[in-house]
């Protein structure tokens, strides 16, 4: 499923991303943007503007009612019945294109020495270059995928952010 997320939805688009879902996002996109994308590319407008979503005519759409992030995707997951269709750090988080596998060889000249010792797994952004792998909050970032793909109806307000490491090859 493919989105197109409303600028006051930033968090949301960010982890959708870290989810795996295809998401749509500009934080300077107008109303008549979101909608050409929706349409033009037969995405599900993800907004908290009503009157945004009632003009949506032939545009499937969902409002969505927190202001919590965590809330925000519990909604989308739930309503879209999406948690068994994520794929988990598969996107880039800033150009939002499927991650390819790299070789560890290969990863040698793009990530610090430090990283290239203890890292085991690479992936790259074919768009723009950015290298990632498990970093020193993985284990984190794993409980915090598991909570959100395994619960529904709302998440540990508590939990934190942690992510993949990534560095963008100079």
């Not at 949301?12 to 998401?23: C, N, P, S, T, V």
């Not at 969505?64 to 909604?75: F, G, H, K, T």
């Not at 990283?115 to 990632?132: D, H, K, L, Q, T």
Request: charged share 30%; proline share 4%; hydrophobic share 40%.
């Amino acid at each position: 499923m493919k989105f197109v997320v409303d600028v006051m939805l930033g968090k949301l688009a960010k982890w959708l991303r870290i989810l795996g879902f295809d998401a749509s996002y500009g934080n300077r996109a107008g109303d008549r943007e979101l909608l050409q994308t929706a349409r033009r590319e037969r995405r599900v407008l993800l907004t908290r503007d009503h009157p945004l979503l009632q003009s949506a005519k032939n545009i499937r759409g969902l409002l969505i009612e927190s202001d919590d992030w965590r809330l925000q995707l519990a909604q989308v997951l739930d309503v879209l019945e999406l948690r068994d269709k994520a794929r988990p750090l598969s996107r880039c988080l800033a150009c939002n294109v499927r991650l390819k596998r790299l070789a560890r060889k290969n990863a040698r000249n793009l990530v610090a020495p430090f990283v290239f010792e203890r890292a085991s797994a690479f992936s790259i952004c074919p768009r723009c270059g950015r290298v990632y792998w498990p970093g020193t909050h993985f284990g984190d970032m794993d409980k915090k995928l598991s909570e959100i793909l395994g619960r529904r109806g709302g998440l540990d307000s508590g939990a934190g952010t942690a992510g993949p490491r990534a560095r963008k090859p100079i």
